[in-house]
C-alpha cells in the first residue's frame, strides 16, 4: 500500500466522508485544482482503496468513505 493510500485511510477514519478534492488538499497541504498531477494522483489511489474494498463511493460528489466490514456478500 502506497503512503498515499495510507494517508487517505487515516484522513478519513477522522473525517468519514470527504471529498476528493479534499484529500487532495490535505495530503498535499495546499489548494488542489480539479486537473492537476496532485487530484488525479489521489483519485487513483482511490480507485485502488475502492477495487481493494476498503472505501466506498457515496453520492454524485466524488465523497469517499471507510468501506463497512459486515457486509461483504452486497458489492
Do not use: D
Not at 489521489?42 to 476498503?54: A, D, N, V
Amino acid at each position: 500500500m502506497s503512503k498515499n493510500q495510507q494517508l487517505i485511510l487515516k484522513f478519513l477514519e477522522l473525517k468519514p466522508e470527504m471529498t476528493t478534492k479534499e484529500i487532495a488538499e490535505i495530503v498535499f497541504g495546499k489548494i488542489v485544482e480539479y486537473r492537476s498531477k496532485e487530484y488525479s494522483s489521489i483519485s487513483r489511489s482511490l480507485r485502488s482503496l475502492e477495487q481493494e474494498g476498503l472505501i466506498q463511493r457515496v453520492q454524485v460528489k466524488l465523497k469517499w468513505r471507510p468501506k463497512l466490514k459486515e457486509s461483504k456478500h452486497s458489492e
